[in-house]
């Protein structure tokens, strides 16, 4: 599970820095599920809950900066820490 917040008032340029994944209960009929990913907007004091397992990216940010709390929720402990 993954979760990221927008706690910060940020300002950068419309229509970047989208976050963008894979819509697990959609029917994508593409061989690659990433040709029509959902595209979520980071908008002040929104926080977003998604499985981080699936794939996931941020679009370039044009013209200023974006904020974002980010945290991963793992079911078992990574490999690297046993």
Request: charged share 25%; hydrophobic share 35%; aromatic share 10%.
């Amino acid at each position: 599970m993954g979760a990221v917040y927008y706690g910060l008032d940020h300002h950068f340029d419309k229509g970047s820095g989208l976050l963008q994944l894979v819509d697990e209960d959609s029917e994508v009929t593409s061989l690659d599920p990433r040709d029509d990913p959902v595209q979520i907007n980071a908008e002040f004091n929104r926080m977003l809950i998604f499985n981080a397992s699936k794939w996931h990216r941020v679009t370039r940010v044009h013209g200023g900066d974006r904020y974002s709390f980010a945290v991963n929720a793992n079911k078992h402990k990574p490999k690297q820490y046993n």
